[in-house]
Structure formats: structure tokens, C-alpha cells
T-cell receptor, first 116, second 115 residues
Framework: GAVVSQHPSWVICKSGTSVKIECRSLDFQATTMFWYRQFPKQSLMLMATSNEGSKATYEQGVEKDKFLINHASLTLSTLTVTSAHPEDSSFYIC????????????FGPGTRLLVL | AQSVTQPDIHITVSEGASLELRCNYSYGATPYLFWYVQSPGQGLQLLLKYFSGDTLVQGIKGFEAEFKRSQSSFNLRKPSVHWSDAAEYFCAVGAGTGTASKLTFGTGTRLQVTL
């Protein structure tokens, strides 16, 4: 149980285009999902917290107009990188839990984005 | 705000040797502590977690961790390392009330296992 998937697993795009990454909880309902960014050989940095049916909460320094998050259902959250640039190239990881207080987050396998 | 320190960036151990990965945290209340493992290019897998109760926590793959409040530590241990344990290990502290916890990760420790 507690499986989280991400799609696509990797994507290459041209500078200036937008890229959408999906995060799905496959066997549980996730009222809260989190989006992290990980640069090579570095730790995970929380970008935003996504709650179903409400606006995402972004961490300080994260451009909400650039990283659009939509948590449309209890099993799906999407991250759209708008007008991507090479510096947006990174490993994006989502996690999910059911939001019932502090509990374990289950992580997706990650999406590697390369912007040319 | 909470923070996590993993003092060791890189550790090399021989297969069969014991392992201890250090983790120190800073948090004003009772912390929720986690250890995750990440293989190259992969997501994170939960090894173990501590919320309350017994301070010695058993996890998967033969790992255990001990919560020591007096030292603000949550070190990960394994008595005998296998070559497949080579990976990046992240300690994390969770904080939150009423809603899902926000995790703060340490910088990670890369484990190399020599045969």
C-alpha cells in the first residue's frame, strides 16, 4: 500500500515551454501533497504544500507564478513549470499523505526535468 | 524553525561491517523523525520513523535508529552492511499540527560499500 506515482519520469523540453508533472496516490486518498526539488547531490527542498481543493502554499523564495500547482482531486496533484529555463532543470519529487495529522509521507519516484 | 544536520557527507564501510549514520535535529517540541534512503535517480524510500514511545526504532532492511532527546540525535545503525545498502541516506524532521507534516531534510550522507 501507500504507493505514489509520478508522470513523466523524465522530460526534456526547450527553453520557454511549459511542462506539467503529475503526482498520483494510487491506493489512498491524499488530502495533502508536497512538491520538492532536488539538485544533483543535494538534499530535497520543499517547494510547496498542496491541499485538495485549495490554493497551494509556497515556501519562501519559490515563484508561485512559475511553478503552478493544482490539487484537483484527492489522488492527483500537478506541478506545471511555466516558461521553463535551463536553471529549472532539476529532479522534482512529490510526496503524499492523508493529512490526518503528522504522519508518514510517501514519495513518488521523481521526475527529472532537463530544459535545453 | 526546525533543522537537521547530517555531519557526514560521505561514508565508506566494508561489506559486513557495522554502520552508524549521524543525525542531529533542532526543533522546539517533540520531533517526528524519519530516515529515508534514495538510490541514484530514484525517489525516497522510508526506512523507519519515530513519533513517540520506544526510543529504539526498528525499520526495514535491518536498520534501526535510536532517539536521544538529551543529545537531539536520531542516529541510524545497521550491524552488518550489505553491498546493496550503498545509497544516499536522508534524515528528516517533521513538524505540523492538525495538518500534514512539513518535512525538513538533512543534506544527506552518501554511503559507499566496499567489497
Amino acid at each position: 500500500g501507500a504507493v505514489v506515482s509520478q508522470h513523466p519520469s523524465w522530460v526534456i523540453c526547450k527553453s520557454g515551454t511549459s511542462v506539467k508533472i503529475e503526482c498520483r496516490s494510487l491506493d489512498f486518498q491524499a488530502t495533502t501533497m508536497f512538491w520538492y526539488r532536488q539538485f544533483p547531490k543535494q538534499s530535497l527542498m520543499l517547494m510547496a504544500t498542496s491541499n485538495e481543493g485549495s490554493k497551494a502554499t509556497y515556501e519562501q523564495g519559490v515563484e508561485k507564478d512559475k511553478f503552478l500547482i493544482n490539487h484537483a482531486s484527492l489522488t492527483l496533484s500537478t506541478l506545471t513549470v511555466t516558461s521553463a529555463h535551463p536553471e529549472d532543470s532539476s529532479f522534482y519529487i512529490c510526496s503524499a499523505n492523508s493529512g490526518k495529522g503528522v504522519e508518514t509521507q510517501y514519495f513518488g519516484p521523481g521526475t527529472r526535468l532537463l530544459v535545453l | 524553525a526546525q533543522s537537521v544536520t547530517q555531519p557526514d557527507i560521505h561514508i565508506t564501510v566494508s561489506e559486513g561491517a557495522s554502520l552508524e549514520l549521524r543525525c542531529n535535529y533542532s526543533y522546539g517540541a517533540t520531533p517526528y523523525l524519519f530516515w529515508y534512503v534514495q538510490s541514484p535517480g530514484q525517489g525516497l524510500q522510508l526506512l523507519l520513523k519515530y513519533f513517540s514511545g520506544d526510543t529504539l526504532v526498528q525499520g526495514i532492511k535491518g536498520f534501526e535508529a535510536e532517539f536521544k532527546r538529551s543529545q537531539s540525535s536520531f542516529n541510524l545503525r545497521k550491524p552488518s552492511v550489505h553491498w546493496s545498502d550503498a545509497a544516499e541516506y536522508f534524515c528528516a524532521v517533521g513538524a505540523g499540527t492538525g495538518t500534514a507534516s512539513k518535512l525538513t531534510f538533512g543534506t544527506g550522507t552518501r554511503l559507499q560499500v566496499t567489497l
